[in-house]
């Protein structure tokens, strides 16, 4: 009996795999019956054996490929390269496969910020600062400078570092020959106690060295050590150099100051500079600090006022601070801004040192309303000038 249930169950084998055959090689007739195999497994798969279309898929659209191969038009495995997206004629190589990277996709928008130099730049510098509050010491890298504005011959930089307001004491770079984008990577130290750090103003100056040895000022960054940016890490800055102001001081000193409108916001932008040739009103009881307010007008009538950080003990103060106030397009007419700078005394009494009104011109003649003017004809520009105080009433 076992022997003869082994010999049927080999016939049964034998007779599934004759049948098997068969009906592959009757199906094999029926061309219209028959699915080309997939595009990209052809070479593996062997080609005798096809498939066969289920009788559901029978009433489906066929597009003829060859005489005895049919494939289905909405499965094409491999679209056209001018239906994938993002193929343009110019890509068409790189994105006619499905599933590879369009390395066009995946590129960062180049950052012009730091390659962009506006008209009438002098160059620009590199540095990093950063300030270590237990040994009260004032790290400075010098990095690099770019596109300085050299003389005729080859420009030979160096970089001079002060701690203002100490005028005698600085560091100074090496000397780079034959170029106007030199690399420094120097380091210079700073002994600085941590009461009077945010009163400090970092001086960068930076020369041109010709062949009789003299020294000719390219430009200069000045960069006033505020809390905010000595916070932190180390951070590396970008600063375009400006020209020193070669004029001497009017009678009471002279502030600068930066204005921009932007007409989308109707946002009015004030950037306190820095002054210089203040005459400081000395007393015993007096401890001389310095400050600015800036007080927004219309019509002679206040609007709103605001204050930068007071500066001790200079008669050439840097600020760099920023205050914006809120000006519809038909207030400027009629709108006025009035910087005033004050010495401050014990006691928080404090002394007017002169005053600067920028305006239209119901307000302003002369420099005052070229400042203001030149503002509104050009919208998000920061338009920076110097202008001389006066004095309304004596002290």
Request: proline residues 8%.
């Amino acid at each position: 009996m076992v022997v003869s249930r082994c010999l049927w169950k080999r016939l049964r084998a034998t007779f599934a795999y004759e049948e098997l055959s068969g009906t592959t090689a009757a199906s094999s007739t029926q061309g219209h019956k028959l699915c080309p195999p997939d595009a990209r497994t052809q070479a593996s798969r062997p080609p005798g054996v096809p498939f066969v279309v289920p009788p559901s898929l029978q009433s489906q659209d066929w597009v003829p490929l060859s005489s005895r191969e049919r494939a289905q038009a909405p499965q094409d495995p491999c679209p056209a390269p001018e239906l994938l997206p993002h193929a343009t004629r110019s890509n068409l190589g790189d994105a006619c496969m499905v599933g590879t990277i369009n390395p066009e996709l995946y590129k960062i928008p180049e950052d012009k910020s730091e390659t962009h130099f506006p008209e009438g730049c002098l160059g620009r510098l590199r540095f990093s600062v950063e300030y270590q509050q237990q040994a009260e010491r004032l790290l400075v890298g010098l990095i690099q400078a770019q596109r300085l504005q050299a003389p005729s011959e080859p420009c030979s930089p160096l970089v001079k570092l002060h701690l203002l307001p100490d005028e005698r004491r600085f560091r100074q770079s090496k000397t780079k020959c034959g170029t106007t984008s030199p690399q420094f990577d120097e380091h210079f130290i700073f002994q600085v106690p941590s009461k009077s750090i945010t009163q400090r103003v970092l001086r960068f100056s930076v020369y041109h060295v010709d062949r009789q040895r003299k020294h000719q000022l390219l430009g200069q960054v000045l960069f006033p050590l505020k809390t905010e940016t000595l916070a932190g890490d180390c951070r590396l800055i970008w600063r375009d150099l400006e020209a020193e102001s070669l004029e001497p001081p009017s009678k009471f000193g002279d502030l600068q100051f930066c204005l921009s409108y932007n007409d989308c916001l109707n946002r009015l932008t004030v950037i306190v500079l820095r002054a210089k040739g203040l005459q400081l009103l000395q007393d015993d009881t007096s401890f001389v600090s310095v400050l600015v307010k800036v007080s927004l007008m219309n019509h002679n009538k206040f609007v709103k006022c605001k204050k930068t950080s007071a500066v001790l003990g200079s008669a050439n103060p840097v600020y760099s601070e920023t205050f914006s106030f809120e000006a519809d397009p038909a207030e400027l007419d009629t709108a006025s801004l009035s910087l005033t700078v004050l010495q401050r005394a014990k006691g928080d009494r404090s002394r007017e040192l002169g005053r600067v009104v920028v305006g239209p011109y119901m307000y302003t003649r002369g420099k005052e309303l070229e400042h203001w003017n030149e503002m509104l004809s050009k919208p998000k520009e920061l338009v920076r000038r110097w202008h001389a105080l006066c004095r309304t009433t004596e002290p």
